[in-house]
């Protein structure tokens, strides 16, 4: 929703060109409310209020647009301007935020950039989407481990705007190789000793990830080790970067998004849903709605393959909805579980004998207690129905249970996402071995 609220006052001091009024505005609020009432604005009329805030102000105000809107202003204003804008950014948010931009425009703007900005920024732009190089920045404390703590504190007073976090000091020998880590805290406790080296004081169990690492298992090492930020090392644990806590909330809220999408049969969509074109949902969508379709059509083609025995026991129709519906709930289940499981960490693909005994026995109980309840119902429609729907229910649902929980650690171990294996996918396949289980229980018992 746009906030209109002081639209009329912010193009009159426009009109005006109030830089004093224009200025206090940007200085007066938080930066994501001073970019939420400018919402309204014209790009034009964007830029020109932000022309009066102080560059380091311009760059958080601008963080809090929209990637739209952000796209539209560094798209169509003074390069000169946009490109000192991209200067005063972190260098992981210009990263993503140039990969974005057409080609040409991209290679403009890193050329107006100082020699050193233009080559992290291209040493990020290098590394793969969704690795721990691609969300890190080159904007960190790094202390030589041969400084004093006195001279450890000059370096903090001289780079503390320069960086996007001092909680954590990284302690590096000459060759930049991550020796250790150091709190802020533990360094201003260490004052008492101020001609102590930093080797003397860090903890050298430091928890680092390699830059080649997915973004996913950063996320899960932070929230394991309960992190504020962590180091990016290379193959030769020389320190490359850090990931801060903000990154890796973004990049949870991107993976959920992605496995909520692939739950429901939807390719991941790289814009929000009013953002996308209406050809890039019907791709997105239709991709997976193709092979959906198609295993429908299987469902279809066995139940015409078994027609005779259906007409020849009619009340076996009534139930078939029932005995696909049951078998693919608890797929779903299971499915849910284990993707989740897989996501978080809480297990791996070496867990896959103990997951395949817990979803049996659990199938065994579900399909059991199931088919306690269909009694009175059998009795109400048909009791013929007795002796063969009871069993079927144990049978398919504990297949339900088993496929659920197998199919998505066979893509893990594939090295793919487990999230692939969505509740669709499980209950197509469960429906086409629900109706084999429930046919040849039938034959089995009635013949």
């Not at 930066?31 to 790009?43: E, V, W």
């Not at 429908?296 to 696909?324: D, G, H, K, S, V």
């Not at 608890?330 to 809480?346: C, E």
């Not at 009795?379 to 729907?389: A, G, T």
Request: aromatic residues 8%; proline residues 4%; contains cysteine.
């Amino acid at each position: 929703m746009i906030n209109t609220l002081f639209l009329p006052e912010i193009r009159e001091m426009l009109a005006s060109d109030n830089h004093a009024e224009l200025h206090e505005f940007c200085e007066a609020l938080h930066p994501a409310a001073t970019a939420d009432f400018m919402s309204g604005l014209t790009a034009q009329e964007t830029w020109a209020v932000l022309r009066h805030a102080d560059p380091a102000l311009r760059t958080e105000i601008f963080h809090y647009f929209d990637r739209p809107r952000q796209l539209e202003l560094v798209t169509e204003q003074d390069r000169n301007e946009v490109a000192q804008l991209l200067y005063e950014m972190a260098t992981d948010d210009r990263v993503d935020l140039l990969n974005e931009l057409e080609p040409a425009l991209v290679e403009s703007l890193l050329e107006l950039l100082p020699k050193d900005e233009r080559r992290d920024t291209l040493r990020l732009q290098s590394y793969p989407e969704g690795t721990a190089g691609a969300v890190m920045t080159t904007e960190v404390v790094k202390l030589a481990e041969t400084l004093t703590v006195s001279e450890a504190l000059d370096v903090l007073r001289q780079r503390s705007d320069d960086v996007e976090t001092i909680y954590y000091l990284y302690i590096v020998d000459d060759g930049n190789h991550l020796r250790g880590v150091l709190s802020t805290r533990d360094l201003i406790s260490s004052l008492a000793t101020p001609n102590k080296p930093l080797r003397d004081i860090m903890d050298p169990r430091v928890i680092s990830v390699d830059v080649l690492d997915d973004q996913e298992e950063v996320a899960q090492k932070v929230a394991f080790y309960d992190l504020l930020a962590i180091p990016v090392v290379d193959d030769q644990h020389q320190m490359l970067g850090i990931i801060t806590h903000d990154d890796v909330i973004d990049v949870v809220l991107e993976e959920a998004t992605e496995d909520a999408h692939r739950f429901a049969g939807v390719a991941p969509l790289e814009t929000t849903y009013m953002e996308a074109a209406l050809l890039r949902l019907f791709w997105s969508r239709g991709v997976w709605l193709a092979p959906l379709f198609f295993a429908a059509f299987l469902t279809a083609n066995a139940i015409r393959f078994y027609e005779a025995e259906l007409n020849q026991w009619t009340f076996l129709l009534y139930f078939l909805p029932m005995i696909m519906s049951s078998g693919g709930n608890s797929g779903n289940q299971s499915a849910t579980l284990i993707i989740t499981g897989l996501t978080t960490g809480d297990l791996t693909v070496k867990d896959w004998s103990r997951v395949v005994g817990r979803e049996i026995v659990m199938g065994l109980l579900l399909g059991g207690m199931l088919a306690i309840f269909f009694v009175p119902v059998g009795y109400m429609f048909d009791i013929r129905s007795l002796q063969v729907v009871p069993a079927t229910l144990v049978l398919v649902v504990t297949c339900g249970t088993l496929v659920g929980s197998v199919m998505p650690l066979v893509f893990s171990s594939l090295g793919q996402d487990p999230a692939l294996m969505s509740n669709p996918f499980v209950a197509g396949v469960i429906d086409i071995v629900g109706i084999l289980i429930y046919v040849h229980v039938a034959i089995f018992i009635l013949r």
